[in-house]
Each structure stands twice: as C-alpha cells, then as structure tokens.
C-alpha cells in the first residue's frame, strides 16, 4: 500500500478484555516496529521485526504483550487482560533494512486504545 | 542510563519568531539522527536526518538542525515559524551498534500564535 496502514484507528475496551492491534506496513518494508506512545511519555519502544523473526522483544512491557508478523507482512499486537496504565496510542512503523540509508522509518497513524 | 533528552516540553512563539528546540543524548558511539514531527491529528513524519557529512542538514520545511558532536546535541532550528508548524516535534537516535532500534525523546509541542 501507499502508507502504513493501522487498524482499528480507535479502541476502547472494558479492564481485562484482550484486544488485538493491527499493522499492515509499505509493500517491500522488510523492517516492522511497534511504539506506544504515551501522555507525557514520549515514544517507548516495544518491538522490532526483521521479516517474521523478532530480533528485539526488550521493550515489551509484560508477557500480557505479545506480537507476530506472518509473511513478513502484517503484524498483530495482542494485549491480554488489558489495564488501565495500557491506555496510549500504539504506532506501528516499517521501514527498509537500514532506516538510516533511506527515510528513516514511515509511521501509521496509530490506534488510540482506551481501557475504562 | 542511555537516553535521548528533549529540554523544552512547551513552546509557544509568535509567527516569523526563531525557533530552536533542543535535543541531547548520551549514547557514546555512532550514531544516526533524525527529527519527525506530529501535526495535530497526522502520523509521524521524517523532517530531517543526519548519519554523516555535513552536520549541519536542511529538512523540509525550512528546517535545519545541527549536530554538534562534542556536545551530543542535535538542535532543530526555523529562522521563522508559520501557523502551520504547529505540531509535536520528537528527536531520535539510532546508535549504529545497535542495528535499526531508534530511541526516541520524550517530544516538544510547539505552538504558533498567528
């Protein structure tokens, strides 16, 4: 596709229901992240694939958190048992193989996950 | 701890002001560069990067920023801002040691007073 496509663009869901996030990267992006970006916070890190292999789960928060990527395309972001402090806007962003060559990353423009 | 530090949380200027937003780091080796920026409602956005060369690299825009090695900074800068730069402005490094993983800093909002 053109961009980098995230679904759904919004969420809200009930304290400890597991919700699933959505990233369709670029065509051809063989490198896939997954932030999450918090009030006040910045941009946290949570993973990184390199075609369907996670070579960097470092930033994943809990084991509530789980990612895969099938066909080195789409990648899911589960949450299991979902929390309040897990309200934030996850971003998912592709790029080539080294980033800093091309334009860095393209970022989708994120799911806003709420917990009430 | 390594980190990428952004001083200025909260920046408010009248159009045609200067601007120039911080960024340090503390990664000792390599590194990459990058400013992205967020405008209300729209997905990150590469303004300008830096891996080499010249350190002082032009983006989009009208934005520059340099980098300043012995100092670990590389500050954004616009020599006259518009309405429409309106936006979060996020700093980010890539230390070459450690492959594609990008730290990012905590973000600067910028707001423009017509």
Redesign the interface.
Known sequence: GA??SQSPSNKVTEKGKDVELRCDPISGHT?L?W?RQSL????E?LI?F?GNSA??KSGLPSDRFSAERTGGSVSTLTIQRTQQEDSAVY?C?S?F?????D???T????TRLTVV | AQSVSQHNHHVILSEAASLELGCNYSYGGTVNLFWYVQYPGQHLQLLLKYFSGDPLVKGIKGFEAEFIKSKFSFNLRKPSVQWSDTAEYFCAVNPTNTGNQFYFGTGTSLTVIP
């Open positions: 961009g980098v490198a992240y932030y006040g916070q910045g941009l890190f990184y390199q070579p960097d971003l962003a790029s193989p080294f980033p800093h060559l334009y860095g990353y970022f989708g423009s994120g």
